[in-house]
């Protein structure tokens, strides 16, 4: 994958740095718990990777999307929203739904379940030559 630097550091950077933060601030009064943090970080690094992945095909990029969405519900959820495991599926189910309209039809994966390159398929166009006998 072909991540590109945001501001001049790659996405592991700003992890780190929001982590650094987040201990700074806790130190200095800022009340979030382990989860909490683990969340938040969880959420940029998704977050982070799906933007500096832009330049990625479209439907990579579309799963690091994804991804970065399902991030920021474990991040509400950390935080108190009050939402049930069958809200969040159900969001889940609808956004990946929404984001595969912009997938393009009959995607076939390049790589089989074993690792190994499909052959590409070549479609032909051709006429049977019919002989009359």
């Given at each position: 994958?072909n991540v590109k630097p945001i501001f001049g550091r790659y996405p592991v950077f700003?992890?780190?740095?929001?982590?650094?933060?987040?201990?700074?601030?806790?130190?200095?009064?800022?009340?979030?718990?382990?989860?909490?943090?683990?969340?938040?970080?969880?959420?940029?690094?998704?977050?982070?990777t799906a933007v500096a992945s832009v330049g990625v095909a479209r439907d990579r990029?579309?799963?690091?999307?994804?991804?970065?969405?399902?991030?920021?519900?474990?991040?509400?959820?950390?935080?108190?929203?009050?939402?049930?495991?069958?809200?969040?599926?159900?969001?889940?189910?609808?956004?990946?739904a929404v984001l595969a309209l912009f997938l393009p039809p009959q995607v076939t994966?390049?790589?089989?379940?074993?690792?190994?390159?499909?052959?590409?398929?070549?479609?032909?166009?051709?006429?049977?030559?019919?002989?009359?006998?």
């Amino acid at each position: 994958m072909n991540v590109k630097p945001i501001f001049g550091r790659y996405p592991v950077f700003w992890v780190e740095f929001v982590g650094a933060l987040l201990a700074v601030v806790t130190v200095y009064g800022l009340d979030i718990s382990g989860n909490q943090n683990e969340a938040i970080l969880a959420a940029v690094s998704a977050i982070l990777t799906a933007v500096a992945s832009v330049g990625v095909a479209r439907d990579r990029f579309l799963v690091l999307l994804s991804a970065a969405f399902k991030a920021l519900f474990a991040v509400a959820i950390a935080f108190g929203v009050d939402l049930s495991a069958e809200q969040v599926a159900n969001t889940l189910v609808f956004l990946n739904a929404v984001l595969a309209l912009f997938l393009p039809p009959q995607v076939t994966a390049k790589y089989g379940p074993d690792g190994e390159r499909r052959p590409t398929a070549h479609l032909t166009t051709s006429t049977p030559s019919s002989t009359h006998g």
